[in-house]
């Protein structure tokens, strides 16, 4: 199964960065040597067809105190979502067999 997936699979999260790299090291120029671009916020799953990347979900809110104050601080959290299908091509991911 594991095979089948990866023929399947689109390439287009390598493809895309592969592009923002061109991008960005033309329009760096001879001014940078050592130029790394990378997806942030990636993961590694095992078994099954993913995204590679997962964007996050930054909130924050204010807590309610046990005796019902308000907290004066900020609570500051975020999660990650998992798509269903590639961003850039529309292609369904497959999940693997359990």
Do not use: H
């Not at 329009?27 to 095992?46: C, F, P, R, Y």
């Amino acid at each position: 199964m594991t095979e089948n997936l990866k023929s399947e699979s689109c390439k287009c999260f390598d493809e895309y960065l592969a592009a923002v790299r061109e991008k960005i090291v033309n329009n760096l120029g001879d001014n940078a040597i050592d130029t790394k671009v990378e997806w942030s916020n990636t993961t590694w799953i095992l078994g099954g067809d993913y995204a590679p990347v997962n964007p996050q979900v930054k909130f924050e809110y204010r807590k309610i105190k046990k005796g019902g104050e308000i907290a004066k601080g900020i609570t500051k959290d975020c999660i990650t979502v998992s798509a269903n299908f590639c961003c850039f091509c529309g292609r369904k991911y497959q999940k693997a067999d359990k």
